[in-house]
């Protein structure tokens, strides 16, 4: 790009911390077709100087060298689609955190708007998306939280197709007459909603309702999604724009229970078999007819459990108090004991609780149960009682309240990979701990569990990940997915119960709008949301070697029959990864890319050895280690003086030449901070730092064939909130690298 200009703020301190004159004579000494000052850049009236300089073609591109990228975002919001423009944080990364007046300092300031310019130089404008985008929402699955789904999308304006399997909408809690109270008052039973729901969206001329339907194949991407399902009338052909899953669940597989007596006695019966017997309007012992004296409920049967489900389902609890009011009501003759391990009745289901706790011939007994025997009357024995020691009750009738299995996956690959993955993390030598992690892998797909039937490279449904349930971040996005524009909700998406679950599809439901609203836009959704820039793929230099479409983790990437890559532009979250993981560099985003990253790498100074500065290079991710460097800098923790930080959208967009390029320059050390990776911390891109790990590995590797130190390159994982540990990192690397002593390619 030509005619770039530099913008210099002097307020926050800067101007009394640096010499500025050094600065213009920086932008002078590099080409800058103007640099100008001012004492608050981020006023309108500064904001409107750099405004009118790119308007009226002074500057063909902008240098903001004032506070960090991410503070003052609206007064720095240029239209991306005519300019580019790039933000040096002379604030927090220079005056903020280290002594103002200091020759290092000064270097620092210098080196930055270098490095900002160099990356502004390779920068273009965006080009916009320009596609026609489809406004309805396809809801996959007509249960309580795809209904509310429903609801949700269409009271938003947007057209809305239902495809449910069974023959009418409703789902588990169709056949009910009473359900768990979602509003006060909470101590007694509801009356169902479902029905007043689907009547409410039947007589809904912007909502379609499929049943006795499934969806036979999905293409495209946001906002067009082609959909086909296969109907009790034929082929429905149909386009979408954002797709909710909430397909539900089913209970576990009661004959794995075998100490439990499931299978061995007629009655013994599950939770969902009671629910049947009494919306049939009968209480009835199976194996005589006759009502049963006494019940009792087994919780947490084949959940919480490391040899079954090592989850808690949370529905458990709710539905075995709503199953026990409803007998009382009907039967009040009949006794009923609940035996438990914890009962989990989060916020105002509490008082539930205590109303059923409260009613003649309801009985709560904490322990486990060891076993279930005989045929007609039954003995269930307890152990570990709170009593303690050992006990036995007689029942007539033994109810099984089991965990909930989401309908995308299979119950014993989830047990599967469950095991697989204890194993990974307690086996005794990285080789069983290789071995399990392969058989977690195995496990972690779909085992004839397919539901939406994508045109996906890397498979034709949502990922089952852990326990089967498809997560993408679950902490920062709860009802994000790994593909994007498609929302899970309901219990697919996580154990919950009924309320959390119409809680849940509403959710859902806003963030397909939101999705498509984006698409609309051309834009990215979270976490680069308003995004509108896309990857640029040279296919001329491809090799189809296919780590792109691999190591994506949206499937945004499709391959054709070559291996060659086929860009879903609206699936993309521009993460990069696919850019770090090409070997042949031929990826780049208008204001990102390799070049420009390694353009930035060789603008920085290297100190000669005698003068005994050593220069670090940290990358660091933006989602969490620059906050976290930023909020250090508000709270003016330094850090030491030779690191130079170059953002990147996450740790998996590094490409190894950076690596090779710092390190060929002179470059002593080179630390790339990044987000935790593992299930109880997400990446915000799902595995970049974990391909970052792996990558940087093989290249530690190949230091030590070169006699360089492996110990030069470091990958570090931390959170958002752990900012005071971030300059304690650097310094300690910065220590590190001096009693290594100078790069030996210094001076080559």
């Known amino acids: ?312 389902s949370a529905d458990c609890c709710s539905a075995t108090l709503r199953q026990i009011a409803t007998i009382h009501h009907s039967h009040p003759e009949v006794e009923t004991a609940v035996v438990y391990r914890d009962i989990r009745t989060p916020g105002q289901l509490e008082r539930f609780f205590l109303a059923v706790q409260q009613q003649p011939g309801s009985l709560f007994l904490r322990g486990e149960v060891a076993s279930v025997s005989g045929n007609g009357r039954l003995e269930v024995a307890l152990r570990d009682t709170a009593l303690g020691g050992d006990a036995a009750l007689e029942a007539d009738l033994v109810v099984l309240a089991l965990g909930l299995v989401p309908n995308s996956a299979d119950g014993e690959a989830i047990r599967i990979h469950s095991d697989a993955v204890r194993r990974a993390e307690k086996g005794e030598s990285e080789t069983q701990r290789e071995e399990a992690r392969k058989v977690a892998a195995q496990y972690a797909s779909h085992q004839g569990t397919e539901i939406l039937h994508l045109d996906y490279r890397q498979g034709p449904d949502l990922p089952a990940l852990r326990y ?27 154990p919950m119960d009924a309320a959390a679950a119409a809680e849940d599809g509403a959710g859902a439901a806003m963030k397909a709008v939101q999705c498509i609203v984006a698409a609309e836009r051309g834009e990215a959704v979270h976490p680069r949301a308003g995004d509108i820039t896309v990857p640029d793929f040279f296919l001329q230099r491809c090799t189809q070697c296919k780590r792109c479409t691999e190591e994506c983790p949206f499937g945004t990437l499709n391959e054709d029959e070559k291996g060659t890559p086929q860009l879903n532009a609206l699936r993309c979250r521009r993460c990069g990864i696919c850019m770090g993981a090409c070997p042949e560099r031929i990826i780049s985003f208008p204001d990102y890319s390799v070049d420009a990253v390694a353009g930035m790498i060789k603008a920085m100074s290297v100190p000669e050895e005698v003068e005994e500065k050593p220069r670090i290079l940290a990358l660091m991710c933006e989602n969490d280690a620059l906050p976290a460097l930023d909020a250090a800098a508000t709270l003016r923790r330094g850090w030491n003086p030779w690191v130079r930080v170059i953002p990147i959208r996450c740790l998996g967009s590094t490409n190894i030449v950076w690596i090779a390029d710092s390190l060929s320059r002179g470059i002593d050390g080179v630390i790339l901070i990044g987000c935790k990776s593992g299930d109880d911390y997400q990446c915000h891109y799902v595995r970049g730092s974990q391909l970052a790990q792996t990558r940087l590995g093989n290249v530690q590797e190949t230091l030590q064939r070169l006699a360089l130190e492996p110990e030069r390159i470091r990958v570090v994982e931390l959170a958002h909130d752990e900012f005071a540990r971030v300059p304690e990192v650097l310094d300690e690397f910065a220590a590190t690298i001096e009693g290594l002593g100078p790069n030996p390619m210094k001076g080559f």
């Open 1 to 312: 790009m030509e005619r770039l200009g530099v913008f210099l703020c002097s307020g926050c301190g800067i101007g009394e911390a640096l010499k500025l004159e050094g600065l213009t004579a920086i932008a002078e000494e590099l080409g800058a077709a103007a640099c100008r000052t001012h004492p608050c850049l981020c006023s309108p009236e500064g904001a409107a100087e750099v405004r009118a300089a790119l308007d009226d073609g002074t500057v063909g591109g902008a240098l903001v060298a004032a506070c960090s990228a991410r503070a003052k975002v609206e007064a720095f919001a240029f239209d991306p689609t005519r300019h580019a423009v790039e933000r040096v944080s002379l604030r927090e990364q220079v005056v903020w955190s280290h002594p103002a007046g200091d020759e290092d300092t000064q270097a620092l300031a210098e080196d930055l708007l270098r490095m900002g310019y160099a990356r502004l130089a390779k920068a273009g404008a965006a080009k916009p998306l320009a596609e026609a985008i489809e406004r309805t929402v396809l809801v996959v699955g007509g249960g309580l939280a795809g209904l509310t789904a429903a609801r949700t999308a269409a009271d938003l304006g947007h057209p809305v197709v239902v495809v449910e399997k069974a023959a009418a909408a409703g789902g588990s809690l169709a056949a009910l007459a009473e359900v768990v109270p979602a509003g006060p008052p909470y101590d007694t039973l509801h009356a169902n909603p479902l029905p007043g729901l689907i009547a409410e969206l039947t007589a809904n001329d912007g909502v379609r309702i499929f049943t006795g339907s499934t969806v036979a194949s999905i293409t495209g991407q946001p906002g067009q999604f082609h959909v086909t399902l296969a109907t009790p009338a034929g082929e429905v052909a149909l386009t979408a724009g954002a797709i909710v899953q909430a397909t539900g669940s089913r209970p576990y597989d009661a004959t794995r229970l075998g100490h439990l007596g499931y299978g061995a006695s007629p009655n013994v019966v599950t939770a969902a078999e009671l629910d049947a017997m009494l919306a049939a309007g009968g209480l009835k012992r199976p194996s005589d007819g006759a009502v049963p004296r006494r019940i009792v409920f087994i919780q947490c049967a084949g959940s919480r459990d490391p040899d079954h489900l090592p989850y808690c």
């Open 468 to 494: 089967g349930f498809p997560d993408s971040h679950f902490i920062c996005f709860p009802y994000e997915t790994r593909r994007t524009g498609i929302y899970a909700a309901g219990t697919v998406h996580a």
